[in-house]
């Protein structure tokens, strides 16, 4: 029961916003949770997030990089990530970041059947109760667990820009694809193998 818990909405923050690749997969993001809790939410656009979802496919190469650079790239590595950043319509890397880290608020919350949007941070207020009420959890770890929560929804901050929601639904399937792909876990939702069709005797 524990062990199924979502990543935290911050962490999933951070994690999309540094690529979107193996980082999503290995584990949160070495980043202070002070630097998390201030993560500035931002009205975002088509351009945005298409050019996000574009700078992917250059960033690929440098994700072992990255991994090993932890929170503090070498200045060479810097140099390529805001080399990248610009030539898909950012500022730097660290643009970049905010709007990933801001698509992944979103995506958060979206229902991935219905398109439904749930506030994360009502999400996880939600689990709360859930797991407050649960009789199967031992009690040391239903303790733990919520103390954890409790903490998470302190830090965490609603959504601010509502628009953002219809921008990333409109790229949903990309977005949820670099996801899947990053996570190593590139299984459609219908549990069909990617790439060829189930074959039948």
């Known amino acids: 029961?524990?062990?199924s818990r979502p990543t935290s909405v911050l962490n999933r923050a951070v994690a999309i916003a540094v690529l979107l690749l193996a980082a999503f997969a290995t584990g949160p993001v070495p980043l202070a949770a002070q630097e998390m809790e201030e993560l500035k939410q931002i009205e975002l656009t088509d351009k945005q997030v298409a050019g996000f979802i574009a700078a992917?496919?250059?960033?690929?190469?440098?994700?072992?990089?990255?991994?090993?650079?932890?929170?503090?790239?070498?200045?060479?590595?810097?140099?390529?990530?805001?080399?990248?950043?610009?030539?898909?319509?950012f500022d730097s890397f660290l643009d970049?970041?905010?709007?990933?880290?801001?698509?992944?608020?979103?995506?958060?919350g979206l229902d991935r059947k219905t398109g439904a949007?749930?506030?994360?941070?009502?999400?996880?207020?939600?689990?709360?109760?859930?797991?407050k009420t649960d009789a199967s959890i031992p009690e040391d770890d239903k303790k733990l667990v919520i103390e954890d929560l409790n903490?998470?929804?302190?830090?965490?901050?609603?959504?601010?820009?509502?628009?953002?929601?219809?921008?990333?639904?409109?790229?949903?399937?990309?977005?949820?694809?670099?996801?899947?792909?990053g996570a190593g876990e590139s299984q459609p939702e219908d549990g069909a193998a990617p790439g060829k069709p189930e074959e039948k005797n």
Do not use: C, R, W
């Open 1 to 3: 029961m524990i062990t």
């Open 56 to 89: 992917q496919k250059d960033l690929q190469p440098l994700s072992s990089k990255l991994l090993e650079g932890g929170d503090k790239p070498d200045d060479a590595l810097k140099g390529e990530l805001d080399a990248i950043a610009k030539k898909h319509g």
């Open 96 to 108: 970049m970041e905010i709007v990933g880290a801001n698509i992944s608020i979103v995506l958060d």
């Open 117 to 131: 949007y749930t506030d994360p941070v009502e999400k996880m207020k939600l689990e709360l109760e859930n797991i």
């Open 151 to 181: 903490q998470e929804i302190a830090a965490a901050k609603p959504l601010q820009f509502q628009s953002n929601i219809e921008v990333v639904k409109k790229f949903q399937p990309e977005l949820e694809k670099l996801t899947v792909d």
